[in-house]
């Protein structure tokens, strides 16, 4: 399959399954400078403990069917890749993980997220109050063709900036969401492909000098953003005025300048505080078609949203346009294979749960039970699902924590466990 942009990946009964135990297969010690891995797999689900611990961020998918999972660790970015069958990739980094390069003065690292681009992984993460965007190689070593260091590190100007998403180009340019002193930028990097702008250099055509910036006339967080086929992006995330006493949803769209888009909402924003909007979560996609798939939560609910490419709610999709399903949780990714929506997340007591429906927004009924696959990662309510994509045969990888280490499971496409994985 290949690989898009980062954002494009993208009501049930549940069939719950037992509790996970008994560690089998395989055992691996892995050398990460500082720290160590091992990694096991238990009836399914593979389960790698660093050193220090971990917080899986997000997962990415390569061309041949390897996934990506970036954490950070004690202070570092890592990113651990797993061969098509479920394995570490001995070939990558250090017997697996890879650990993004940064200065040592650069401090903690916080949220983290990942793109691929062909055969390179670049990763965006948050470090001593900026935003930084990274580059590896194809073997997981730093990819020093990017500003000559492998990595960028950008102020935006505020004390405590951080980067909240990441996608690419179709060019392997990065973007970069973040909040910034309140209010939501989009920072583009050039990936190298033009002469006239070097690999990791800011984007000095995007927006002001590289950096487009939405105020929504409150507080604003950004949560996540696509770009689409002409290099136009939306973005979603949520704002607060001054006073009140919850988020409302708001997305805007920019054009390929990086300025707000006319054609987009209202002046290139929408904002809306209908109770059925997804304030929570909230996380995004694109479909074949290029409409916005908002996964997120309501009333407590897994839900997923659709609007039109111009930002209005698509009533097409689930009559309303937002499919609200029985099943309590929160929807934290979400990804589109073909005409398949698959939405992901965690439920109140820890399940790794996928939620999969078709393309008119109704349960996927042949999918696990009703429309949801469900499985324990083993360590309970704690346990969070950060990210799934979908391999080339459609079967979703889902990665998250589990008691401080990096958790990775794989339903078919039926939306059973994958037993065969790892």
């Known amino acids: 399959m290949t690989t898009p942009p980062a954002s494009r990946r993208t009501t049930a009964a549940l069939a719950a399954l037992p509790l996970l135990t008994a560690v089998t297969a395989f055992t691996a010690v892995v050398p990460t400078g500082q720290a160590w891995a091992t990694a096991n797999r238990s009836a399914g689900v593979v389960v790698t403990t660093v050193k220090g611990g971990v917080s899986v961020a997000s997962i990415e998918v390569f061309p041949d069917g390897s996934a990506g999972v970036?954490?950070?660790?004690?202070?570092?970015?890592?990113?651990?890749?797993?061969?098509?069958?479920?394995?570490?990739?001995?070939?990558?980094?250090?017997?697996?993980?890879?650990?993004?390069?940064?200065?040592k003065s650069a401090g903690a690292a916080g949220a983290a997220a990942i793109g691929i681009s062909g055969t390179k992984v670049v990763v965006a993460g948050t470090v001593g109050g900026?935003?930084?965007?990274?580059?590896?190689?194809?073997?997981?070593?730093?990819?020093?063709?990017?500003?000559?260091?492998?990595?960028?590190?950008?102020?935006?100007?505020?004390?405590?900036?951080?980067?909240?998403?990441?996608?690419?180009?179709?060019?392997?340019?990065?973007?970069?969401?973040?909040?910034?002193?309140?209010?939501?930028?989009?920072?583009?990097?050039?990936?190298?492909?033009?002469?006239?702008?070097?690999?990791?250099?800011?984007?000095?055509?995007?927006?002001?000098?590289?950096?487009?910036r939405i105020d929504f006339g409150g507080a604003e967080s950004?949560?996540?953003?696509?770009?689409?086929?002409?290099?136009?992006?939306?973005?979603?995330?949520?704002?607060?005025?001054?006073?009140?006493?919850?988020?409302?949803?708001?997305?805007?769209?920019?054009?390929?300048?990086g300025r707000l888009d006319n054609a987009f909402g209202t002046g290139g924003k929408v904002v809306t505080s209908d109770r059925r909007a997804i304030h929570?979560?909230?996380?995004?996609?694109?479909?074949?078609?290029?409409?916005?798939?908002?996964?997120?939560?309501?009333?407590?609910?897994?839900?997923?949203?659709?609007?039109?490419?111009?930002?209005?709610?698509?009533?097409?999709?689930?009559?309303?346009?937002?499919?609200?399903?029985?099943?309590?949780?929160?929807?934290?990714?979400?990804?589109?294979?073909?005409?398949?929506?698959?939405?992901?997340?965690t439920t109140p007591d820890g399940k790794a749960t996928a939620l999969r429906y078709t393309a008119g927004g109704t349960p996927a009924t042949q999918y696990g039970t009703n429309g949801v696959a469900q499985a324990a990662l083993g360590g309970g309510s704690a346990d969070t699902i950060a990210g799934v994509v979908l391999d080339g045969a459609g079967r979703a990888i889902l990665a998250g924590t589990t008691d401080n280490r990096i958790a990775l499971l794989r339903y078919t496409t039926s939306g059973a466990l994958d037993h065969n994985y790892g």
Request: glycine share 14%; with cysteine.
């Open 70 to 103: 970036v954490a950070t660790s004690n202070g570092r970015i890592i990113v651990a890749k797993y061969t098509p069958g479920g394995k570490l990739n001995d070939a990558w980094g250090e017997h697996g993980i890879a650990t993004v390069p940064l200065p």
């Open 130 to 212: 900026d935003v930084v965007v990274a580059r590896l190689t194809a073997n997981g070593r730093p990819d020093t063709t990017f500003n000559g260091t492998g990595y960028r590190i950008t102020d935006l100007g505020g004390t405590d900036d951080a980067a909240t998403g990441l996608t690419l180009g179709s060019a392997g340019e990065p973007y970069l969401l973040a909040s910034t002193q309140g209010h939501i930028a989009v920072v583009k990097y050039c990936s190298g492909n033009e002469s006239t702008c070097k690999a990791g250099q800011l984007d000095h055509r995007y927006g002001k000098n590289g950096i487009a």
């Open 222 to 257: 950004g949560a996540a953003l696509a770009v689409r086929s002409l290099g136009r992006v939306d973005v979603v995330g949520t704002t607060r005025k001054s006073g009140a006493t919850e988020d409302k949803f708001a997305m805007a769209g920019l054009t390929p300048a």
């Open 280 to 345: 929570t979560g909230p996380v995004m996609a694109l479909d074949s078609s290029e409409r916005i798939l908002v996964a997120g939560t309501v009333d407590g609910h897994f839900a997923v949203a659709r609007y039109t490419s111009a930002g209005a709610i698509d009533r097409t999709f689930a009559t309303t346009g937002v499919a609200t399903a029985t099943t309590k949780g929160t929807a934290t990714t979400i990804n589109v294979w073909k005409s398949d929506i698959t939405v992901a997340g």
